[in-house]
């Protein structure tokens, strides 16, 4: 089973910049696809970027042209950098995997890191 956890949060004055990283650990191999997702108090989970295996992205509108996911897979690894922050984007951000087993799918999820974004 896939293990990850993220690290990187904290607090950003608004215009700043932070980068998360995510490490995953475990079976690492039957990992389809990572994503970087948030959630704000009393609000639902979105997904802010996406990455698969073969490099294509997916991000959220909010994030377009701020946020760079990216991936190293020799350290197993997948980042986030956030640029031009907003206190719109202050939430917990989660890192996921989509692990393939056999002819089950899971979803794996992080213990969530905090950013905040002070205005």
């Known amino acids: 089973q896939v293990q990850l956890v993220e690290s990187g949060g904290g607090l950003v004055q608004a215009g700043g910049s932070l980068r998360l990283s995510c490490a995953a650990s475990g079976s690492v191999d039957s990992i389809k696809r990572m994503a970087w997702y948030r959630q704000a108090p009393g609000e639902l989970r979105d997904m802010v970027a996406s990455?698969?295996?073969?490099?294509?992205?997916n991000y959220a509108d909010s994030v377009k042209g701020r946020f760079t996911i990216s991936r190293d897979n020799a350290k197993n690894t997948v980042s986030l950098q956030m640029n031009s922050l907003k206190p719109e984007d202050t939430a917990v951000y989660y890192c996921?995997?989509?692990?393939?087993?056999?002819?089950?799918?899971?979803?794996?999820w992080g213990q969530g890191t905090q950013v905040t974004v002070s205005s």
């Open positions: 996921h995997a989509r692990e393939r087993a056999g002819l089950h799918e899971y979803n794996i």
């Open positions: 990455i698969t295996s073969g490099g294509t992205t």
